[in-house]
């Protein structure tokens, strides 16, 4: 870990307070780091790190934070399904219904979101919400029946998600939308464009472990862990040295239960309403974090034949390690991977 710790990796494991001190110790055995300004903070339900090297700009580098931080809570009330006032609320609360005056952001999003589904046969799906009474990973858990699911996959159909104009309707009344899958990514993208728009060219947004990273951190390339989805939370497989690109993970060890040995979480197959089987977890190298977002709970819920197939097709990188542990790497993640 020493070894590591010089190397200066990050390491991109999911937001929790429990990792947050894994990061602070990893961050002062390395020593202080006079050239940067690294602020954390809890939002959307995650843990958001954000590393400016600011090159002695400092005043310039807490008003750029500041900005990252009013930005990150727009989108947050533009995008959160659970916010009940939010616009996506709004479309949730008027399913089978027309919504007038949807924000251009939102639809834009919308709009790819559903090109994502196209790309990926459906396996990339907004509208798998309208399972989500039937699916909650907190104590209100409970396995259900192969009934209510198979009812439940009925309102679950990205095609029903009409857009027209500024307006915007789910055909069906049970349907819903959430964004989990891939807002945060676009949030990450906007914040980074706070810290380039600030005239900033090295730095790291972190939010919950999907990262985007800019230039480098002093002398070295930013260096990112990929976390063992069968680990201890903190130790990784390996390591990628990364700029100008975001390193997304989706695995089924973030939000999960284990009930009598079959492993229950929170990425849903949206053909089958039940969780999908066919990762432990699936990293994808990008150009924005909402494309790598997106496509690794595809590529997650495709699984590795259809995955690497999808990655080839979206010229992105992949590491899917699958149900049986074994990795599978497109030829440019096995290019700058490193085995610890
Ligand atoms: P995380 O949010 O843990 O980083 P993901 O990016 O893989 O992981 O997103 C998982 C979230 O995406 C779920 O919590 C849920 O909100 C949503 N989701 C679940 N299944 C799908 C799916 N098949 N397509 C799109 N979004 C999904
Ligand atoms: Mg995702």
Do not use: C
């Not at 870990?1 to 390395?30: D, H, N, Y």
């Not at 995650?46 to 310039?60: F, I």
């Not at 589904?117 to 104590?139: I, N, Q």
């Not at 810290?195 to 090295?202: E, K, P, Q």
């Amino acid at each position: 870990m020493a070894e590591l710790s010089r190397r200066r990796v990050f390491l991109a494991i999911a937001g929790t307070l429990a990792i947050l001190a894994a990061l602070e110790l990893a961050q002062s055995k390395r020593g202080p780091d006079p050239g940067s300004l690294r602020v954390t903070r809890t939002l959307m339900g995650t843990l958001w790190k954000v590393e400016v090297m600011h090159g002695g700009r400092v005043e310039a580098a807490n008003h750029a934070m500041t900005g990252v931080w009013a930005e990150l809570e727009r989108i947050d009330r533009l995008m959160s399904e659970w916010k009940p006032d939010s616009p996506v609320s709004a479309i949730n609360a008027a399913a089978g219904t027309w919504v007038d005056h949807v924000p251009g952001e939102l639809r834009a999003l919308l709009e790819r979101g559903t090109a994502y589904s196209e790309k990926s046969s459906g396996a990339f799906d907004v509208t798998w919400k309208g399972m989500g009474g039937l699916w909650h990973f907190d104590d209100r858990f409970r396995i259900p029946s192969a009934a209510d699911v198979q009812r439940a996959i009925g309102n679950v159909d990205y095609r029903a998600l009409q857009i027209d104009g500024n307006r915007v309707r789910l055909t069906g009344p049970g349907m819903a939308i959430g964004l989990g899958g891939i807002a945060k990514g676009y949030a990450i993208d906007r914040a980074a464009a706070v810290l380039t728009r600030a005239g900033f060219t090295n730095y790291l947004v972190d939010g919950g472990g999907d990262i985007y990273v800019s230039g480098m951190r002093g002398d070295n390339p930013w260096r990112l862990g990929l976390q063992d989805p069968r680990g201890e939370r903190g130790s990784l497989i390996g390591a990628i040295p990364l700029s100008g690109k975001a390193l997304v993970t989706s695995g089924d060890y973030e939000r999960f239960r284990i009930v009598d040995g079959v492993r229950f979480h929170h990425i849903i197959d949206p053909r089958t309403g039940w969780p999908a089987t066919r990762s432990r977890s699936v990293s994808v190298v990008a150009g924005t974090a909402e494309q790598a977002d997106a496509l690794a709970t595809a590529i997650f819920v495709l699984g590795p034949e259809q995955g690497l197939a999808l990655a080839k097709a979206e010229s992105v990188d992949v590491l899917i390690i699958d149900a049986q542990g074994k990795r599978h790497l497109t030829a440019g993640f096995a290019a700058i991977f490193e085995t610890l």
